[in-house]
């Protein structure tokens, strides 16, 4: 058990389209997710806390505007990234807080996005 | 605010030897302690954790890390390392009181070499 769904695995799209990325957790409920971003060689950096049926908690130094959130579900939470720029090229993570812990988080296999 | 430090980049080991990778960390209070996992291209793997009880903690893969509270380090460790053992590893902690973020350390490549 505990699968978390990310998808698409890899994306690649022109400057200046939106791209959504999905996230999903599988056969478990989960009331709040996490959104990371990964530079190459680099640890992952917390863009938002996605909890369902509220709005996100962005991290300082994020766009909400840019990085849009929805939790629509306890099992779905959505990150559109808008208006890609070839700066927003990275590998953007979701993860999963298991309902009825505070310690039980799982992460997607993650997307490469590519903005050309 | 709580931290995390990987001091090891890399760490080379030959298979059928003994790995380490290191871990510090600094929070107020007592600490959730995690390992994950990447593979290239991939999500992060749980690996194992520490929430409370024995320091000792198993996780997955043969993998196991030492709570030492007086060094706060969470040191991960495997008796035999393995060739597909290679991969980026991340140390994570967060406080244990109230719901709290993870921080990661910067991670470590580990490459076994056959």
């Known amino acids: 058990g505990a699968v978390v769904s990310q998808h698409p695995s890899r994306v690649i799209c022109k400057s200046g389209t939106s791209v959504k990325i999905e996230c999903r957790s599988l056969?478990?409920?989960?009331?709040?997710m996490f959104w990371y971003r990964q530079f190459p060689k680099q640890s992952l950096m917390l863009m938002a806390t996605?909890?369902?049926?509220?709005?996100?908690?962005?991290e300082q130094g994020v766009e909400k505007d840019k990085f849009l959130i929805n939790h629509a579900s306890l099992t779905l939470s959505t990150l559109t990234v808008t208006s890609a720029h070839p700066e927003d090229s990275s590998f953007y993570i979701c993860?999963?807080?298991?309902?009825?812990?505070?310690?039980?988080?799982?992460f997607g296999q993650g997307t490469r996005l590519t903005v050309v | 605010a709580q931290s995390v430090a990987q001091p090891e980049d890399q760490v080379n080991v030959a298979e059928g030897n003994p790995l380490t990778v290191k871990c510090t960390y600094s929070v107020s209070g007592n600490p959730y302690l995690f390992w994950y996992v990447q593979y290239p291209n991939r999500g992060l793997q749980f690996l194992l954790k520490y929430i409370t009880g024995d320091n000792l903690v198993k996780g997955s893969y043969g993998f196991e890390a030492e709570f030492n509270k007086s060094q706060t380090s969470f040191h991960l460790k495997k008796p035999s390392a393995l060739v597909s053992d290679s991969a980026l590893y991340f140390c994570a902690v967060r406080p244990n009181t109230g719901f709290q973020k993870l921080v990661f350390g910067t991670g470590t490549r580990l490459l076994v070499s056959p």
């Open positions: 996605s909890n369902e049926g509220s709005k996100a908690t962005y």
């Open positions: 056969d478990f409920q989960a009331t709040t």
């Open positions: 993860s999963c807080l298991r309902d009825g812990t505070n310690t039980e988080a799982f």
